[in-house]
């Protein structure tokens, strides 16, 4: 799996990580539904934060389609909302 952090880097992720993402992605989502800024920034910050530590920078000179874009780190509250909609970014 191909992770995008917008602003960033590409990152090769294995797939076995799949689940935990998912996990992240949703305390990301319980945070903004609480309208929770302080939990939403720790929340999304461990979901870079993981991205950054499991996965391997893809080369500048590699071409890779991006499975997953997730937003810069500083996104804010208000944005996040409009873009973690439903199932959040990190499709099942």
Known sequence: MIVRISGEDQY???NDLHERLN????????AIDADDEAA???AF???LDFVRAKGTVVEEDEIETSDLILPP???TLAE???EFTGE???PD
Do not use: H, M, Y
């Open 12 to 14: 090769r992720l294995q």
């Open 23 to 30: 996990q992240l992605d949703s305390a990301v989502l319980g």
């Open 40 to 42: 939403f920034k720790a």
């Open 45 to 47: 910050s461990e979901l």
């Open 73 to 75: 780190d500083d996104i």
């Open 80 to 82: 996040a909302a409009t």
């Open 88 to 90: 959040g970014l990190i």
